[in-house]
């Protein structure tokens, strides 16, 4: 970390200064960070000793932050390493006001950047969030496998900490609601939403029900499984084109994926108790997801906004 230098996640302090809090607060509004006291800024290590003192200092000013910001410190060789996790309630600020990172750099917030950080932090998204109560243990390791497969991407020996980490998925400790939902062994455990509910009605109405799956796995597994009951339900005819036969579908495939992916990608998994609705009909396919238009988009404006030059 030291030898890559400084940048949007790593900051060098040769000592400590009560002015780290502004860097605590840049790492919490931003992607999270680690402060490195005992490193010049020319990568030249001085050293840090990790006191009680020190640490009840460090402690102190980041519980003086609003809100106030949840660190860890610890010693490595003569480093004192200040990990501060992105923040969960931004903006945060210190004494001296609200900072980011940018450019590598801790900056100053100006008035707009402040009141765009409030609009759009109103609420973390939830993908975004650590789940508290989940450990490394809880990762699927075939689950980790079969994504590397599916993404063509081929690795001698698959760590899932890293590729978590290195996808955004996860942090040092922690891992995020989007790790849980492609990685987790049971996701049922922690996101009891995530769950995909696939239907084939006899007719064109709700009412007589001849086939139903409920999916509750990863969203890999249920893009695969909605994907399967889709071509199992729909009507196809067969066309020989020289020695092959090819299966044509009474609706496209290429569009039916694209709705699917849609779907499992766009829905709130942050409302409990709902499903993503697969409907298959004799006339149509429906399906529906849980969520709405994004925040400042009435219904009667949604066709007008999306027609209106820009």
Known sequence: MIREGEGLTVEFKEHFSSRIDEDMVAFANTKGGVILLGVKNDKTLTGEKLTNDLKARINSLARNCQPPISLSIQKIQDVVVIDVPQGEDKPYNCGSGYFRRLD??????????????????????????????????????????????????????VNSRDLLHSLNVAGRNEITNAGALFFAKDISRFIP?????????????????????????????????????????????????????????????????????N????????????????????????????????????????RTDLDTPQ
């Open 193 to 261: 939403q995530a769950r995909m509910t696939l239907i084939a009605f006899k007719g064109t109405d709700r009412v007589h029900i001849f086939d139903r799956q409920d999916f509750q796995d990863d969203l890999l597994a249920q893009f695969r499984g909605a994907e399967f009951f889709l071509k199992k339900h729909l009507n196809r005819r067969s066309v020989i084109k020289g020695m092959v036969r090819e299966d044509i579908y009474e609706l496209p495939l290429e569009a039916l994926r694209e709705a699917i992916t």
């Open 104 to 157: 590598g750099t801790t900056q100053k917030m100006t008035n707009s950047e402040l009141r765009i950080m409030f609009q759009e932090n109103e609420l973390i998204p939830f993908e975004d969030k650590a789940i508290r109560n989940m450990t490394w243990d809880d990762i699927s390791k075939e689950k980790v496998r079969d994504f590397l497969r599916e993404a063509n991407i081929e690795v001698k020996k």
């Open 263 to 302: 779907a499992i990608i766009h829905r709130d998994y942050s409302i409990r108790g709902t499903s993503l609705m697969v409907e298959v009909y004799e006339d149509r396919v429906e399906i529906v997801n849980p969520g709405g238009l994004p925040k400042g988009l009435p219904k009667k404006r949604f």
